[in-house]
């Protein structure tokens, strides 16, 4: 028998082991650039919004030394006896407006719905005119039943309930129109 002889290419070893250091450095040498490439970015962003703030910093200060060179700073808010009346009613009946909306809502018949309730829709400064009350609406009546009839009902009930007349001298209805055969009454009661 012949001797069995292992040929070893020597020329291909040095070379796998070659490319295994390369691949080393490689994979080194990109960590380290995204490690210092990411703190770049964040100490970045520092640096420009602490710029930005500086500069906020500085107009604000201009700003202040403006107004304090102008003598126009901001003068003290002064309120009149009529606005003072105002903030004092109502501030006095956010319960009472509450109480009164809930009876309304109560007192409405289930085949009405309501389209606007305005307080002051004209926005008048008298006093008579800050206690106005406007509720507009359509009522749709049963077929056969008077439709105006309906109406007068739900401004009959208004007035005779405590709750929501409480405050106001007259409960009126102030218009009302029949919206098409089918179609239902709409009104707009008027409270003072």
Same mark, same amino acid.
């Given at each position: 028998?012949?001797?069995?002889?292992?040929?070893?290419?020597?020329? *291909?070893?040095?070379? +796998?082991? #070659? &490319?295994?250091?390369?691949?080393? $450095?490689?994979?080194?040498? !990109? @960590?380290?650039? %995204?490690?210092?490439?990411?703190?770049?970015?964040?100490?970045?962003?520092?640096?420009?919004?602490?710029?930005?703030?500086? *500069?906020?910093?500085? +107009?604000? #200060? &201009?700003?202040?030394?403006?107004? $304090?060179?102008?003598?126009? !700073? @901001?003068?003290? %808010?002064?309120?009149?006896?009529?606005?003072?009346?105002?903030?004092?009613?109502?501030?006095?009946?956010?319960?009472?407006?509450?109480?009164?909306?809930?009876?309304?809502?109560?007192?409405?018949?289930?085949?009405?719905?309501?389209?606007? @309730?305005?307080?002051?829709?004209?926005?008048?400064?008298?006093?008579?005119?800050?206690?106005?009350?406007?509720?507009?609406?359509?009522?749709?009546?049963?077929?056969?039943?008077?439709?105006?009839?309906?109406?007068?009902?739900?401004?009959?009930?208004?007035?005779?309930?405590?709750?929501?007349?409480?405050?106001?001298?007259?409960?009126?209805?102030?218009?009302?129109?029949?919206?098409?055969?089918?179609?239902?009454?709409?009104?707009?009661?008027?409270?003072?």
């Amino acid at each position: 028998m012949s001797p069995v002889v292992f040929a070893i290419n020597f020329r *291909r070893a040095d070379w +796998q082991r #070659e &490319q295994a250091r390369m691949r080393r $450095r490689v994979v080194s040498l !990109a @960590v380290w650039l %995204l490690y210092f490439g990411v703190a770049g970015v964040v100490l970045g962003l520092f640096a420009i919004n602490a710029v930005a703030l500086s *500069r906020q910093v500085a +107009q604000l #200060e &201009q700003q202040v030394q403006h107004l $304090r060179a102008t003598g126009s !700073a @901001v003068e003290p %808010l002064r309120i009149g006896p009529q606005s003072l009346e105002l903030i004092e009613r109502t501030l006095e009946n956010p319960r009472r407006w509450h109480a009164r909306l809930l009876r309304l809502a109560a007192l409405l018949p289930p085949d009405a719905a309501l389209t606007s @309730v305005a307080l002051n829709p004209e926005n008048q400064a008298d006093a008579a005119s800050q206690n106005r009350l406007v509720i507009t609406g359509t009522l749709r009546g049963r077929p056969g039943e008077d439709r105006v009839a309906g109406v007068m009902q739900l401004v009959s009930a208004l007035q005779a309930d405590r709750q929501f007349s409480s405050g106001y001298r007259s409960i009126r209805l102030t218009s009302s129109r029949v919206a098409g055969p089918d179609g239902g009454t709409e009104f707009v009661v008027e409270c003072r």
